[in-house]
């Protein structure tokens, strides 16, 4: 046993044939359309590169080999996910995108046999997509889940679900929704939530209006959903009653993981345009590249970009291992949601008025990679998190020496 | 003679008008139509603004009185161009918005009594706009002004001008044009440029396509514009020949600070809708604004505001005093482009999703300010001629004590 | 009446003769001892510097005219401090170090006709030195004053006082303390301290150990302080029973900002130090002053200074106009502490194997400055104390909207 | 084959020992002496320090197995060195702080059998010290190799070796000295340098001043040496002649991951320190790390910890594959010492007062990790790498594609 980082001959395959696909197949629409998925094609576009993608043999690199996937671990989906990632519409391309990514891996482990039939092998296969409708507009859940206000009450042979969900994303288009809704206990506990599942044509579920976000590259979009009397059926219970928090963990450590993955392509390729225009621009005697403050940046943005992957080669390794891994996956989101807002920027920085301006992809992205230290926790709920845990421990070692 | 930070009383007056009507008749316009002026109505909606505003006394405040204008000095053009600046669109509807207050300034300087009369005037009573063309693609003149690469060659009776430009801000619409060409010397000497005027009906002036920029509340957008055989008379020279760089000084310094005066106009609104938000919104327990790292963010905006201030009080104080204050309005500036992005960006941190979404005016914010830190001299050459000041001061005391 | 940042001849004439007495003075004694103010000579050397700096007509530029000062406001004290300031040595040579210039600038304020007469006057001449009595050890009065442990209680014909202080700057060798004890109210509660003055050689005054800490340039040290059934008479109370807290206000908000002025002197000296390093020192091909990441950090060190002075102006005018000025000393010495600390470490980090070293003065510098961030209030209980004022506005304007 | 970052059962075994003995053992002696490793006993305290070691098993993880090593890779070392620098003499204790480590290090891959006998083996078990003397004072070897001045010239049988060298850690005391010298070429140029080997007592070899440097815990500190017709022989000569900037690198990719080892060892204790005081001490209503500025401050410093680790982890597999690792090695060691000094920063400001002072370790803490950020190659010539293979790769695939 020791220390190893490499990955196997198979995964190092797989990860070259991605890049080479995003790069040939997706980035050129990407580019073509400014990076709106909606403007290029919606869900139209997303059949297409998913056949693309399929007939290149990089499609659902994370889905159960039953399924039609590549069954890969934490570990490995990492520099998968992050050359998929290289493009905005590549994860859509691969179906690994937020949110249906993190619902097939929590399907995969909690659904029961008829629920994986139903749900998780069309979305697996990328026939449907899914919504994860968790957070509601204040003073509901948002950044504190226990604030969960959707109520689940007993009807007739299953639940009546009542509430209002707030940025939704890929609401709009959804083939089915995960709801979680408060089965027990009050607003402002911890426990009493459980998740169903619903196909999105059940009467009782609305789709608002679109949350216009700086980012632009989710299908479906961050929608307002209503629920309003919609009633399902015991079976629609995903794992047990009361649950749903736990549920909602095996999700959460992964899917942050995943995010982190993807938005470090998006900020390499950010990197990149920004060196391939300062090793060609010349400015004041000499290429721009060559210019100390300009190196400063260069510089700055490798090491963001190593430590981003360290980061997450410890917390998937964790992950893998089956522990929890709170800690470590909120140190890495937290350190990458910040460290890949400081690469974009860099990169913005570094190519003058063209790095605001359309002529470039960096005012895209800049605007894509800004909201992830928002999503997903904001960077101030995992440093409290991970704050408490430090200081919590310490409080009960003096507790133990007293 | 002793230090005084204080307003005289009329300037007072004008500050607090300034901002009411910012608030009441400007602001609700730009929400509305969520800070896209050319949605909004564009030049239609700058004559309305601007009737309004002169209905309400507030109009022009940098003008000379015989224009109409408020003639104020810089100093207290600092607070009014401040509370304009709180909403996007208000200094359109003063008539201080770029490039037309830097031009009137520049005019007011440099142009003859001819020119006054035919350019200055209307422009300074907002019956035209203007647009300054001086930035040109690469290999021309970006940050680097000297590799200015337009030029004006001696015609019958006056000068033909060819070059293409970039960035032109208010290109689109614009009454008139001042160009900077290259009336001496080659690309990469600092020498041999000149001004000149010429109405934007002229032959050979076209105005090709916007650039697509981050910000949205420029009327006329960023343009390229090109120059074919562009016949212009002698008497369209501005100030003399081969003086153009020095010109350009006389606009830039200036122009630089009210940027920054508009600018913190808007980050301050940025800041005002995150404190509103974090002092009403619950969360973890408490106010948002009682938790501590929200605290330190609020504290941050603070500290950043008015240390923009103060440093634009000293530019202004020197400008006022008829020095050239490049190296505070440099100070100035690049502080100020940085402290507005924090601001805004910790703004948007504070509300969270909300943060990221067209539902508060901060997203939009985010992408107003970035540009700035690029505009006017990116914070990289700005650094780069303070350091050179100070090392070559060096470098010569040391000659000097040999 | 207009924005006036000049200073009067007479102030600028003390500017220039401060800095010159500074520089040929008290810089080369400060450098021969490396700073440390006990290995330099202690208060017989303060007495040998504090006569030539009467002779050359620097001395005690704070203090009233009547006890042999200048009787500069706050806003002139700003750059003659700053001079002084240049040598660690400086302030205690024009008798306006801390804590003895706060003293003087209270009891200037507060003390009665013969506290005047025994106290501040020979304090005021340098006849004496002083100390401040305020913080103490946990769980008493440290960044929270309401801690406040020390307790006089009436006595025979006076007052009774008790308790154990901490960091008392100067107290070894004082010639008499300013005494914070509570007369009313318990440890935690704002109200009910009183001040008294007491002669160093009351019994029951006992000077501990001095606190080894990171500065070494202020006389007689960071002690540990004993009040033992210390007696002193009614003619003790400084002001009135009671009012303590608030007499502290007076004295910290002025005391805050001289503290400002002469870590920005010290600030200057090692950014002067570090630039005439690097404009002669080679390396990589040129001067380390030419090369990029270099002139950034010249360039930040230059933005820091004038951000830092300009805080300060803003501060000591609001301070001269009778104000609080609560929140622009709290935003002035915040932002000042961390920018000194960034310029000093700035310098020494261009200055690389020698800023580390003893050869430069750039390490003591290093270790003087750091304190600053945590005395007269750390950055964070300042920062706290700014949010709770603009939340606490926002809120109350919210009540009132209802 | 896939990602594994556990430890073998024996070296985690040998972790746990190491951090017992660090803190049952060294730690007290340490704080003890306030970290002056002279005052505390120098090499007298060494020898005791490291029986106690040999007795702990312990003793010299990194030397070969057959003089008396664990024969740790670098990625076991890594764990292990860290242990051990949770003190700041715990280095010294285990035979592994700079610069015998790397000189052990350097010696087992370069030195012949002889040289191995005579100066490997007396090194790796303790019985002397060594000093590798590379920089020289300006204009020479600082930061850049290149200016080597040193010069070896052919001499009867052997060489002989004139020079100046600065910054020589250790070299007060050290049995034998690495000596660089140039014996081809001229400063400027890259090549021609030589490795010699050279007892302390040989004629010719005068160690001069100390350097004072704002650490204190190296043993024999960092001094002026001076060669002055040093005659070796030709045995002397460390590997072949002209190769010495190449044997330098593979000292100094390994000694630059070592020093990260150590010094985040002691950036550990340091945080601890402080969560351990934040933990306990009252404020404001609650504990102190129950604040959120404070908490945020915990979190960082948690965050930087973990990067850091995870980026050594991948520097070190690097090496131990067999790769230059010029790249990982240099974002490694440049994140580090910037965060490795940030985490102390913190813990000293989370401790405000106490942590000034010596009544809590911190303040000389942050004195030990200061100079890191310079020493193994400043921060800017480590992004100058970086960013120079990064730009040049682009510029080369510029080049291809046309």
Redesign the interface.
């Known amino acids: 046993?020791?220390?190893?980082?490499?990955?196997?001959?198979e995964t190092a395959d797989l990860i070259k044939r991605t890049r080479e696909f995003t790069r040939d197949v997706v980035l050129p629409i990407e580019d073509e359309f400014?990076g709106n998925i909606t403007e290029a094609g919606g869900d139209e576009l997303r059949v297409r590169m998913q056949d693309a993608a399929k007939a290149a043999g990089v499609f659902a690199p994370h889905a159960p080999v039953e399924f039609g996937g590549h069954g890969l671990n934490m570990?490995?989906r990492a520099p998968v996910f992050e050359e998929a990632g290289y493009s905005l519409f590549g994860p859509v391309a691969l179906n690994i995108a937020a949110p249906d990514e993190g619902n097939v891996h929590m399907l995969a482990h909690i659904a029961n046999p008829e629920q994986r039939e139903q749900y998780l092998a069309p979305l697996a296969r990328g026939e449907v997509r899914s919504a994860f409708a968790m957070?509601e507009p204040?003073?509901g859940a948002?950044?504190?889940p226990s604030?969960l206000n959707t109520r689940a009450v007993r009807a007739d042979g299953g639940w009546r679900i009542n509430g209002r969900k707030?940025?939704i994303t890929g609401a709009d288009g959804a083939g089915f929704f995960i709801i979680m809704a408060r089965t027990s206990g009050e607003p402002g506990q911890r426990g009493g939530a459980t998740m169903f599942l619903a196909p999105a044509d059940t009467p009782g579920i609305r789709v608002g209006r679109h949350?216009?976000?700086?980012?632009r590259s989710m299908i479906g979009g961050?929608c307002e959903v209503f629920f309003e009397d919609l009633l399902v059926p015991d079976s629609a219970v995903l794992g047990e009653v009361d649950r749903g928090f736990e549920y909602a963990q095996v999700r959460l450590g992964p899917a942050r993981m995943t995010h982190v993955m993807r938005w470090l392509g998006a900020a390499r390729r950010g990197h990149d345009v920004a060196?391939?225009y300062?090793?060609?621009?010349?400015?004041?005697g000499s290429?721009l590249?060559?210019?100390?403050?300009?190196?400063?940046m260069?510089?700055?943005n490798?090491?963001d970009i190593?430590?981003t992957r360290?980061?997450l080669?410890?917390a998937?390794?964790e992950l893998?291992r089956g522990e929890h891994a709170s800690?470590?996956t909120s140190?890495?989101k937290?350190?990458a949601a910040e460290a890949i807002f400081r690469i974009v920027d860099r990169s913005?920085?570094m190519c003058?008025?063209m790095?605001?301006?359309?002529?470039l992809p960096l005012?895209r992205l800049?605007?894509e990679v800004?909201?992830f230290?928002?999503?997903d926790g904001?960077?101030?709920v995992?440093?409290?998190a991970?704050?408490?845990r430090?200081?919590g421990a310490?409080?009960r070692?003096?507790a133990d020496a007293r």
Chains 1, 2, 3, 4 share one sequence.
Request: charged share 25%.
């Open positions: 046993m020791a220390i190893d980082l490499a990955y196997s001959g400014g570990s490995d957070t204040s003073p948002g950044s504190d604030a707030f940025f949350i216009d976000t700086l980012d961050h060196v391939d300062v090793a060609k621009r010349e400015g004041f290429k590249g060559d210019l100390g403050m300009i190196q400063k260069v510089a700055d490798e090491i190593a430590a360290a980061l080669v410890r998937c390794w893998d800690n470590s140190i890495a937290t350190y913005v920085q003058g008025g790095g605001v301006s359309g002529d005012a800049s605007r800004r909201p230290r928002v999503y904001p960077s101030e995992h440093r409290w991970i704050a408490k430090v200081v310490a409080k070692a003096q």
